[in-house]
């Protein structure tokens, strides 16, 4: 798989919600081409380990990473400033495989949302959900509903509808025939229940912490079943994108 180590001058960081970011890169997709569910491994000053950054979008001239402050790293990050350079280790992983012909349903929950915008520009009318905590944590709406039909759920009913993503899953699902997923492995364990119980294909999207971002540390390493057998592999190499039906939640 192609990657790079790339110094990209930071165009903006700003705050779209309640400690969430979006930080915008200058950045060639031409040159070195992002698929949909892939992330970025980003260098923070100070800190020995690279924090991945799932690619919210990708065009030519602009890489966008939306990311959420949840510790010294992502704070560090969350006071660069536009004129600076971030060095940038990527595109790493496998993302999702998207057909052509096929309607998909793109699930995103929290800070498992932004890569779902990316994958939203390679589907024909997708059917897209999103699912946060409360108000103050929902992200990218507007983005989405450019791209296709677009429902909001949150788990206090302070946005959207109440409820969780399933709930809304499960109401349209005969309209879909494929799923697409990226969360909270507890939103992500539901979701593959309910398309098992429809008899839909589906694809998530792991969230595990990761140390190299290539597959030499063996930190992200998850379950999966294949050829009947139980084997670990890693999220950053063989995923982070996986059929639902191979992990073992």
Request: proline share 5%.
């Amino acid at each position: 798989m192609k990657y790079d180590v790339r110094q990209l001058p930071l165009l903006s960081n700003e705050e779209i919600a309640h400690g969430i970011f979006d930080m915008r890169l200058a950045y060639r997709q031409d040159d070195l081409p992002v698929a949909c569910g892939q992330f970025a491994h980003v260098y923070v000053p100070s800190k020995t380990l690279r924090r991945p950054i799932s690619v919210c979008d990708a065009s030519d001239g602009e890489l966008r990473l939306v990311y959420q402050v949840k510790g010294a790293g992502t704070q560090i990050m969350s006071q660069m400033q536009p004129g600076s350079m971030v060095d940038v280790l990527g595109p790493l992983g496998h993302g999702f495989q998207i057909e052509k012909g096929r309607r998909y349903c793109l699930i995103g929950g929290g800070i498992g949302v932004p890569p779902m915008l990316l994958t939203a520009k390679q589907c024909e009318d997708p059917l897209i959900i999103t699912g946060f905590r409360s108000k103050s944590l929902v992200i990218l709406q507007e983005d989405f509903k450019a791209l296709g039909e677009t429902l909001l759920c949150t788990d206090d009913g302070s946005a959207g509808q109440k409820g969780f993503v399933t709930d809304l899953l499960r109401e349209r699902i005969g309209e879909i025939d494929e799923v697409c997923a990226c969360g909270p492995t507890p939103m992500l364990k539901a979701v593959a229940a309910v398309c098992r119980e429809y008899g839909k294909p589906c694809q998530v999207s792991l969230e595990e912490r990761m140390g190299c971002g290539v597959g030499a540390c063996l930190v992200c390493a998850v379950k999966v079943r294949k050829n009947g057998e139980e084997i670990m592999q890693h999220v950053c190499k063989n995923g982070p994108v996986f059929q639902a039906e191979e992990v073992v939640f």
